[in-house]
């Protein structure tokens, strides 16, 4: 069984920033895609964030480009996401996803976190 532990979010003033950290544990990874989505409050859809191939390439959403940056170490199967510049409607709950495939930008993910809540202040 996969699991997927996150870890960095909290409360910033717009302007600031934070990291979050994914790690992946539970079986052999290979060729797999690690993504971020977030979900703002009031039921919205859960929105595709930026996500990393393990063989190289990332991809982004156009809302964070320019602002957030994923990275990996696939050695120790983590993802990482680095915002910058965030703004108070990058509010949301942050999940992690493992997509054993290529990178897509819709929630057919295989396995996800359990979210980290990043709320930014204006």
């Known amino acids: 069984q996969v699991q997927l532990v996150e870890s960095g979010g909290g409360l910033v003033q717009a302007g600031g920033s934070l990291r979050l950290s994914c790690a992946a544990s539970g079986r052999t990874f290979r060729n797999y895609a690690m993504g971020w989505f977030r979900q703002a409050p009031a039921g919205k859809e859960r929105e595709f964030v930026a996500?990393?191939?393990?063989?190289?390439?990332?991809y982004y959403a156009d809302s964070v480009k320019g602002r957030f940056t994923i990275s990996r170490d696939n050695a120790k199967n983590t993802v990482y996401l680095q915002m910058n510049s965030l703004k108070p409607e990058d509010t949301a709950v942050y999940y992690c996803?493992?997509?054993?495939?290529?990178?897509?930008?819709?929630?057919?993910?295989?396995?996800w976190g359990q979210g980290t809540q990043v709320t930014v202040s204006s």
């Open positions: 996500a990393s191939w393990s063989g190289g390439g990332t």
């Open positions: 996803a493992v997509r054993f495939g290529n990178i897509v930008v819709t929630p057919r993910y295989d396995y």
